[in-house]
């Protein structure tokens, strides 16, 4: 389920590596139609517009109205 090579996956309980086997599962299916965005330390869950693409405002932020839902899921969409 994990791989036990890495120092923080060793030391996961079987609740967090089963919510990681999971997240890596939706990547191998994820629908092309969405993608993730993380703004305000919250992920959201975005639609694409009709041309596929990542929709945009004339100002250049991310489109509000291409929001399907907010994720309860703390994020932080900063550089390493």
């Known amino acids: 389920m994990t791989d ?9 309980s079987a609740n967090e590596a089963g919510t990681i086997l999971a997240l890596k599962k939706l990547s191998e299916t994820w629908p092309d139609r969405y993608w993730i965005w993380a703004a305000d330390g919250t992920l959201y869950l975005m639609a694409k517009d009709a041309n596929g693409n990542r929709a945009m405002t004339s100002s250049g932020g991310v489109d509000p109205a291409y929001m399907v839902r907010a994720l309860n899921i703390p ?4 550089d390493w």
Do not use: W, Y
């Open 4 to 12: 036990i090579d890495d120092p923080i996956e060793r030391h996961l």
């Open 75 to 78: 994020a932080d969409g900063g």
